[in-house]
């Protein structure tokens, strides 16, 4: 999720921000912007609400097919 870290970086928010702001453990954050586990559709949802942005925002196309 690359793209997430590029959206905080335009938010100029930084992951503790946006757990607390989830109500996420910070671990679980920073997993997702370093791709190492996808959030659930819930999560994503919610997440792109507090940023501002469509849930497709927040998806790269290689990070997702690590998934699929």
Sequence with gaps: ???LK???????????ELSELMHLPE???SRYVSQERIPKVTTAVRM???LGVQVEDLFDAEGWRRFC
């Design 1 to 3: 999720m690359t793209n």
């Design 6 to 16: 590029f959206l905080l970086q335009q938010q100029a928010m930084t992951q503790k």
């Design 27 to 29: 671990s679980s954050v």
């Design 48 to 50: 792109a609400h507090v």
